[in-house]
């Protein structure tokens, strides 16, 4: 497997990580039952794509920076979750749009290589759960965000962004 495979598999793994993370933040924090319906219901996806990653990416290959992903995935979860259903619907709708890209980038340059079939199923899967979950977030926040909650949807996917480059690095 090229390295350039290897280090987007990394990212992808963290990625996953942190988004387990996310929902038991939302979780520890939300008493808001549509919330945490949500909450729970997507955990379970992530969960499952956390497991698939972890027989792709041996423990020796995965980031070194999981504990701070745990730190961070959960207070991107918490955070939002104090203020309300309207700001983790945002905060989900901020983090998957990040991730559908993400995953799409990796997507084309495995199609322009006509390799890893199977693979590429997996990622395509787990595009199509985000994609899923950033359009129920998108269906349930408001198109009406403060310039707080902007500036906080903003914050999260330049975060998104740094963390998977650091990802692949460490």
């Excluded at 945490?36 to 423990?59: D, G, N, V, W």
């Excluded at 199509?128 to 359009?135: P, Q």
């Amino acid at each position: 497997m090229p390295l350039w495979l290897q280090q987007e598999l990394r990212s992808d793994h963290a990625g996953e990580y942190g988004a387990v993370m996310i929902y038991r933040g939302v979780l520890a924090v939300s008493r808001d039952e549509s919330v945490r319906q949500f909450a729970e219901h997507h955990l379970l996806t992530e969960q499952k794509h956390l497991a698939l990653m972890e027989t792709i990416i041996p423990a020796s290959g995965r980031t070194r920076l999981l504990p701070v992903w745990r730190v961070m995935g959960w207070l991107t979860g918490a955070l939002p979750a104090l203020l309300g259903r309207q700001a983790v619907f945002a905060t989900i709708e901020a983090v998957e749009t990040f991730v559908d890209h993400h995953y799409e980038q990796q997507l084309v340059r495995l199609n322009s290589q006509g390799e890893y079939g199977a693979l590429r199923q997996v990622l395509v899967d787990c595009q199509a759960d985000e994609v899923s979950h950033r359009d129920e977030a998108t269906q349930l926040a408001s198109p009406d965000r403060s310039w707080l909650l902007r500036l906080w949807c903003a914050i999260v996917g330049s975060g998104s962004a740094a963390a998977v480059v650091a990802a692949k690095r460490i």
